[in-house]
């Protein structure tokens, strides 16, 4: 039994950790934490579905979590985990960090699309990026971990086999990103409700959505050079749930069912990626509450392109299932551990 805090419970990856957490048996919930600012409060008092927890949501103490954890998941805005983070490693704990701070490489990158300073900077190098099926064997090792973003999550799973196996190029890449609401936010979703709900619409397009340097990075990792993509992200009126449309060129002809033979080997034994067969296309409806990533291809012979569909919930496998996924590893629980059935 480990012991597990969580700071910054009131958003939507905080709530979603204590769902899944007061679950998982291999864990005890111990410090539940606000801001420094925030007042005691029962935690039934936020989230009254939570009162069997007989938790409280305290303001944030560092000494308190230093004594009282094992691991800690920090659920904050971006550019709040940098004074944070140094004085839980310092103190030996184990550290997932849901929000950008250490997941891009380069400190100037970062400054440039966050718009701060990047005052922990001697930490980047520690960071391992927490995309479990790509980088399984040093997260089981990390101390700190940079759980990947929700969109990048859908590129880089839809896209990897294809990349690795030598299929396509690495010019032209086009990704057609669709999201429910909640991934901007409680403020945001609010707003949203009040003022534009239903509605379909793009934003940040043209190269200014913040995820783009991450998604870059990561094929440049995968194709070993420095690669750029078109991205174009949407809103769309559900409250969770994401799909990602990807245009990749071949390199050669290849039939839609040798891809999905690739795909489906190269995912084999992942526990949370779904390869779908030929003619059939994911569905946010079904990972919707789960830590499932599905994917559904297709050969445009005609343009000589590999179309990708990426579908997960961005909440989940886009934020905090992917969080206790990458926990499960670097304690040696088996990886499903509190994921089977989180709804």
């Known amino acids: 039994m480990i012991k597990v805090g969580i700071v910054g419970i009131t958003g939507y990856t905080g709530e979603e950790l204590i769902r899944i ?43 308190r979590i230093k004594n009282e954890t094992d691991v800690v998941f920090l659920a904050l805005p971006h550019a709040v985990a940098f004074e944070i983070v140094p004085l839980l490693l310092k103190a030996g704990k184990k550290v997932i960090d849901l929000s950008a701070d250490f997941r891009l490489k380069d400190a100037p990158t970062y400054e440039k699309w966050y718009k701060v300073n990047h005052t922990g900077k001697d930490f980047i190098k520690d960071a391992v990026y927490g995309l479990v099926e790509l980088n399984e064997d040093k997260i089981k090792e990390a101390k700190l971990i940079a759980n990947p973003g929700c969109y990048p999550t859908t590129v880089l799973l839809g896209t990897a086999p294809a990349v690795k196996n030598g299929l396509v190029k690495s010019e032209d890449i086009i990704v057609d990103s669709k999201s429910g609401v909640s991934g901007s936010g409680r403020k945001n979703v609010v707003k ?11 934003y940040n397009i043209a190269g200014k959505h913040r995820h783009i340097p991450e998604i870059e990075q990561e094929l440049s990792v995968l194709f070993n050079k420095k690669i750029t993509v078109t991205f174009t992200p949407q809103i769309i009126p559900l409250e969770r749930g994401m799909l990602s449309t990807i245009y ?15 795909y489906k080997n190269f995912y084999k034994g ?19 509450d789960t830590n499932f990533c599905e994917i559904g291809l297709s050969v445009d012979a005609r343009t000589n392109k590999l179309i990708v569909v990426s579908a997960i919930d961005n909440l989940v496998k886009g934020a905090s299932g992917q969080a206790v996924q990458n926990m499960n590893l670097m304690f040696g629980f088996e990886e499903t551990e509190g994921l089977k059935e989180i709804k």
């Not at 801001?35 to 007989?54: F, G, Q, V, W």
């Not at 949203?192 to 793009?202: M, Q, S, V, W």
């Open 248 to 262: 990749l060129n071949l390199k050669n002809a290849v039939t839609t069912s040798q891809v999905i033979d690739v």
């Open 270 to 288: 992942k526990k949370f990626v779904r390869v779908l067969d030929e003619g059939i296309l994911p569905s946010i409806r079904n990972v919707t």
């Open 21 to 63: 957490l007061s679950k998982h048996p291999g864990v005890k919930l111990t410090v539940l934490a606000g801001r420094a600012t925030s007042e005691l409060r029962d935690l039934k008092d936020i989230y009254p579905k939570y009162e069997y927890l007989n938790l409280k949501c305290e303001p944030l103490n560092i000494d």
């Open 192 to 202: 949203y409700y009040e003022t534009e709900h239903p509605t379909l619409r793009a």
